[in-house]
Structure formats: structure tokens, C-alpha cells
């Protein structure tokens, strides 16, 4: 519903290749560490967005989205709902193309702002199942 495969498609082989990862750490355990992984191995670059700046599979961490000192592409939402909506009007603010919340991160009123400032948006689907369907 919220994100048809035209937009999954899109985002995944039409936009840029910077994803910047909000939520992930260097935790093993979390989600956010392995769906990075499979990025890079499709060829994507992947930006640590983290309160605590951590280098993760190579790539230098950034506090937030605003320090990060190069364009982001792909803004890949790993928070909470409650938190998801300031994250996607951040992506807006730093000209990402598009924004993408993970499954079970969904804000109705976020993916109507962001699609309305003219970024693509997914919400609720993971880019690691996505990707791989589209090879």
C-alpha cells in the first residue's frame, strides 16, 4: 500500500547510491546491521546515522543526518514510529531523493509530507527482501 513496486524499483536502481542508515549501530544483533550488509553488497554505500557516530562496515557514523557532509540519496528509517516522521522531514531538509521505513515503522502523516515535497517514499517494506526480487 505504501510503496507499489514502481516506487521499490525506483528507489532501489533509479536513485542514487548513498543510503544514509538511520538507527544503525555497530550491534550485531539489530536489524539495521545485517540490511546494511546486504546494501553494500548490492552495491550501495551505506552512512551510519547513529547518536553515537559509529564507524560500521567501513563507513564513517554521523550523529544525524544534518552532519553528514555529503549528499544522501536514500534516507532508510530504522527508528520507531513515533520518532520515523522528524527523521523523514530531516531527509527533506538534506534534499535526499527518497526516504524508506522499515517494516513495522509507518506514519501516514510522514509519507504524505515527504511524497508532497516531492521525494519517493516506501514505508513499512525492507530493502533487503526487495532487492534481491529485482535481479
Same mark, same amino acid.
Given at each position: 500500500?505504501?510503496?507499489?513496486?514502481?516506487?521499490?524499483?525506483?528507489?532501489?536502481?533509479?536513485?542514487?547510491?548513498?543510503?544514509?542508515? &538511520?538507527?544503525?549501530?555497530?550491534?550485531?544483533?539489530?536489524a %539495521?546491521?545485517? $540490511? =546494511?550488509?546486504?546494501?553494500?553488497?548490492? +552495491?550501495?554505500?551505506?552512512?551510519?546515522?547513529?547518536?553515537?557516530?559509529?564507524?560500521?562496515?567501513?563507513?564513517?557514523?554521523?550523529?544525524?543526518?544534518?552532519?553528514?557532509?555529503?549528499?544522501?540519496? &536514500?534516507v532508510?528509517?530504522?527508528?520507531?514510529?513515533?520518532? %520515523?516522521?522528524? $527523521? =523523514?522531514?530531516?531527509?527533506?531538509?538534506? +534534499?535526499?531523493?527518497?526516504?524508506?521505513?522499515?517494516?513495522?515503522?509507518?506514519?501516514?502523516?510522514?509519507?504524505?509530507?515527504?511524497?508532497?515535497?516531492?521525494?519517493a517514499?516506501?514505508?513499512?517494506?525492507?530493502?533487503?527482501?526487495?532487492?534481491?526480487?529485482?535481479?
Amino acid at each position: 500500500m505504501y510503496g507499489d513496486q514502481e516506487t521499490v524499483r525506483k528507489i532501489l536502481t533509479g536513485t542514487g547510491d548513498t543510503w544514509a542508515v &538511520v538507527g544503525l549501530s555497530s550491534n550485531r544483533g539489530r536489524a %539495521a546491521y545485517g $540490511v =546494511a550488509e546486504v546494501l553494500q553488497r548490492f +552495491g550501495k554505500r551505506v552512512v551510519p546515522v547513529h547518536p553515537k557516530a559509529e564507524t560500521v562496515h567501513g563507513e564513517q557514523g554521523y550523529a544525524s543526518l544534518a552532519d553528514i557532509p555529503f549528499p544522501v540519496d &536514500v534516507v532508510d528509517v530504522f527508528v520507531n514510529s513515533d520518532l %520515523a516522521g522528524q $527523521v =523523514a522531514d530531516e531527509a527533506v531538509a538534506i +534534499g535526499a531523493e527518497a526516504v524508506w521505513f522499515q517494516l513495522g515503522v509507518t506514519d501516514e502523516d510522514a509519507y504524505d509530507r515527504t511524497r508532497d515535497a516531492g521525494l519517493a517514499m516506501v514505508m513499512d517494506k525492507c530493502p533487503a527482501i526487495e532487492i534481491p526480487r529485482l535481479s
